[in-house]
């Protein structure tokens, strides 16, 4: 997430054929960084774990620094049968430094029950996007999507705990999701669409980036599949769902 950062973006766009186009794209942004209050981080055993950490000085973990990302993908947009069916693919490197995290400094010394956010190395993603979208009749949509991303600890600050090649924190590296829709028109003027969705994220790290890796801290996958039916009439749309069917 760049929430309250900012960001940029450049990208080239090469028409290959009348239905295919190749494009390159570098992007960089920065989420800002900001204050830790410090004055449960003075007791002798705070400062012992801030000292096991790398900070010798309590008043040095006041503040955090800005994390920084640089993004370079290279991909596939294609649009065949006179836009009825899409298909794009994309490949992509994030490169992720200064991590923001919360640091929990009773790793370091029980007697101490902080925490601080601090920034905890770097990590890199390398990842692949593929999409297809297809208008199978006037009536009937498919879309299907995929992401696998290897997020991975690439650098970790003096004292951390972190171990480099640890997976990313809350980072999934497989997501998938499918869907149809179908387009009815039960009465005149009454126009409805009927959708069902399914997604699928896959296991996740929820350790923070700077320890090590716990089973215990690893969420499993799940699927989810939705349910739902709107239908528009004289300027009101009349919706029914079910979230999470199973």
């Excluded at 186009?21 to 004055?39: T, V």
């Excluded at 992720?96 to 925490?115: E, H, V």
Aim: net charge negative.
């Amino acid at each position: 997430s760049m929430m309250m950062g900012t960001h940029s973006r450049t990208v080239s766009t090469v028409a290959a054929t009348d239905e295919v186009n190749l494009y390159a794209a570098f992007s960089k942004g920065f989420r800002i960084g900001g204050h830790n209050p410090i004055g449960n981080l003075t007791t002798p055993g705070c400062a012992n774990a801030l000292a096991r950490f790398g900070l010798t000085d309590p008043a040095s973990a006041a503040e955090f620094k800005s994390d920084q990302i640089k993004n370079v993908e290279a991909g596939i947009k294609s649009a065949f049968a006179n836009g009825r069916v899409t298909a794009n693919l994309t490949v992509f490197r994030v490169d992720w430094t200064d991590l923001q995290t919360t640091i929990n400094l009773d790793q370091y010394d029980n007697g101490c029950g902080a925490s601080f956010v601090g920034n905890a190395g770097a990590a890199r993603i390398n990842g692949v996007d593929a999409e297809l979208h297809a208008l199978l009749t006037d009536h009937l949509q498919v879309a299907l999507s995929g992401q696998y991303a290897d997020g991975k600890i690439v650098s970790v600050v003096a004292g951390s705990a972190g171990t480099v090649g640890a997976p990313l924190e809350s980072a999934p590296k497989t997501q998938v999701t499918a869907g149809l829709e179908y387009k009815l028109q039960p009465r005149p003027e009454w126009n409805s669409t009927a959708r069902l969705d399914y997604a699928y994220v896959g296991q996740r790290n929820l350790s923070n980036t700077n320890t090590p890796v716990d089973p215990n801290y690893q969420l499993p996958g799940y699927g989810e599949v939705n349910l739902r039916f709107a239908t528009e009439h004289d300027g009101w749309e009349y919706t029914t769902y079910v979230t999470n069917l199973t």
